[in-house]
């Protein structure tokens, strides 16, 4: 299909008001830097040159030096690949302004190759605030996939889900009339939630039931607490720490006071698939045990390294303790597990961590959305770095998908074990990749 005349013209007249306002740009940003750095070779090439070539390549086959720019960018690509994509792809009604910037923005920070370095779009923004938070709109049931089949595993108490009369075991058949085979927790968790006052309808299966049960549930705030407690009949006090949250830091020194009221034989911290959260918060809790010296350290260069302390209470630091860690425990998870295990103050029971020891900013946008940006990365205190290698444990347990069916936990058995002086006799790989039996 032909543009028309007056497309042509407003086009042009586009390409003509970026280029003046590049222009403007370069005259204002260059003429700072001739003035700043009159050694930069570039900076004399626009300096001396009468002609300014915009858009184009300038020093294609220079070296930068001391990590200046050695080119200019042809920002006029940019715009001709948005209307080559509004006017050519095939399914064009489905194009937006909206879409295609924010898709350009994550492009351009995925481009640094770094996983933990992302832009969010405002409303995965404010996912990720409410997360933190701990809030967030939905049914309050955890859900985990066990036989090949979606079930409940538990429905928050006073939560829409278990007022509806959803049950712990229950067989999630579909959602909303969708089947839920081979659909995964992923699918599942976008699925049942939503707005507060909107209504979903899960079909389920229950042992006792003759037939399958339609639960219409009315969606509500869901407020999640970080931190679960639970003193066993053998007398070991059990703190699971879900996420460093916003909640975390209160929660648990209520935690803390209940132990010091118990007085149990032991502590057993789960950290089991808490993928992390706040520095901050971390630091608080492992100062519980630690009570002097460094918890982490954040390295942003060679030359420059900030030691995070103690604060000084360590109020459990007397108390046998045992820290179960997975595959799934990350970031503030591992600054936790590193600082108990280098201070000899726990030993560590379950699978090598996930390694994710470094430090993001959050930057908020003016439109709603934020950056993450890789800033630094975490060392524990005798100098281990946690990044991609994660936090060895002392005592390696599987966790199988059997266990996971059957209801076993072989994991939190052997935690029990090491603080009852029956630790298990396994066989675990050491820094040499030399094996040696644990006893």
Not at 57 to 81: C, H, M, P, R, V
Not at 236 to 257: M, W
């Amino acid at each position: 299909m032909e543009k028309s005349k007056e497309e042509i013209k407003f086009k042009g007249y586009k390409k003509f008001l970026l280029v003046v306002l590049i222009i403007l740009l370069m005259l204002l940003s260059f003429g700072g830097g001739i003035y700043l750095t009159t050694k930069n070779e570039i900076a004399k090439q626009l300096a001396t040159e009468k002609a300014v070539y915009v858009g184009k390549l300038l020093g294609k086959y220079q070296e930068a030096k001391n990590g200046t720019l050695s080119q200019d960018i042809d920002f006029n690509l940019f715009w001709d690949t948005w209307d080559a994509l509004q006017s050519q792809y095939v399914d064009y009604e489905e194009i937006s302004d909206k879409k295609l910037f924010y898709g350009a923005l994550k492009g351009m920070v995925s481009s640094l190759e770094d996983p933990y370095t992302v832009f969010m779009d405002p409303k995965i923004a404010k996912d990720f605030s409410d997360d933190l938070a701990g809030t967030f709109e939905g049914i309050g049931a955890e859900i985990g996939i066990k036989n090949n089949i979606l079930t409940i595993i538990a429905p928050l108490p006073d939560m829409p889900a278990e007022k509806a009369g959803l049950m712990a075991g229950d067989k999630v058949l579909s959602i909303d009339d969708v089947s839920t085979q081979g659909m995964s927790i992923d699918e599942a968790v976008n699925r049942i939630r939503g707005p507060k006052q909107t209504e979903v309808v899960l079909s389920i299966s229950r042992v006792g039931l003759d037939e399958i049960k339609q639960i219409p549930i009315t969606r509500g705030k869901i407020i999640v607490s970080s931190i679960r407690t639970e003193l066993r009949d053998d007398n070991i006090f059990v703190i699971k720490i879900l996420n460093f949250n916003n909640d975390t830091e209160l929660a648990f020194n209520s935690a803390v006071r209940e132990v010091l009221d118990k007085n149990p034989d032991g502590i057993i911290l789960d950290l089991r698939n808490n993928p992390g959260g706040y520095l901050d918060t971390a630091i608080e809790v492992a100062s519980e045990w630690v009570e002097e010296g460094v918890v982490v350290t954040e390295k942003y260069s060679e030359e420059r390294e900030i030691e995070h302390l103690a604060r000084g209470r360590a109020r459990l630091k007397d108390f046998s303790t045992v820290v179960l860690v997975n595959e799934g425990s990350a970031s503030a998870s591992e600054i936790v597990s590193g600082a108990l295990q280098d201070n000899n103050l726990a030993k560590l029971v379950g699978k090598k961590t996930f390694g994710k020891g470094s430090v993001q900013a959050l930057t908020y946008l003016d439109d709603g959305s934020s950056i993450k940006i890789t800033i630094a990365k975490w060392l524990t205190p005798s100098g281990r770095s946690i990044n991609d290698e994660g936090i060895d444990v002392d005592y390696s347990v599987e966790y199988t998908l059997e266990d996971y069916n059957d209801s076993l936990d072989p994991q939190l058995e052997a935690a029990v074990g090491v603080l009852q002086g029956n630790p298990p006799e396994i066989l675990i790989e050491d820094a040499s990749s030399t094996k040696e039996v644990i006893n």
